[in-house]
Nanobody
Framework: QVQLVESGGGLVQAGGSLRLSCAASGGTDSTYAMGWFRQAPGKEREFVSA????????TYADFVKGRFTISRDNAKNTVYLQMNSLKPEDTAVYYC???????????????WGQGTQVTVSS
């Protein structure tokens, strides 16, 4: 079982950038694929991006391709989500998630972080 803590959320204007981080503990980071999800008020939680244990393979939802970049630093047990060209519709609570399988990390993660708020103003 791995514990996840997100940070880096905040308020930015449209077109701006933000970098989220997710620190993992209580497990071995190298054995987990990691992902990011988001949930806006009144909407269901949706998949954003995921990365394999090695960091070689990455996947993205269509609505963030070309704007967001996921990466990881296994020495620091941390996963990052660099968000550029932010839009008001990106406003949501962003959650970090983990699973031993990359595919499962995009659908049914084993562990979740508490979430960090991202607000993009017009």
């Amino acid at each position: 079982q791995v514990q996840l803590v997100e940070s880096g959320g905040g308020l930015v204007q449209a077109g701006g950038s933000l970098r989220l981080s997710c620190a993992a503990s209580g497990g071995t980071d190298s054995t987990y694929a990691m992902g990011w999800f988001r949930q806006a008020p009144g909407k269901e939680r949706e998949f954003v991006s995921a990365i394999s244990t090695s960091g070689i393979r990455t996947t993205y939802a269509d609505f963030v391709k070309g704007r967001f970049t996921i990466s990881r630093d296994n020495a620091k047990n941390t996963v990052y989500l660099q968000m550029n060209s932010l839009k008001p519709e990106d406003t949501a609570v962003y959650y970090c998630a983990a699973h031993r399988s990359l595919v499962r990390a995009t659908t049914t993660p084993e562990s979740w972080g508490q979430g960090t708020q991202v607000t993009v103003s017009s």
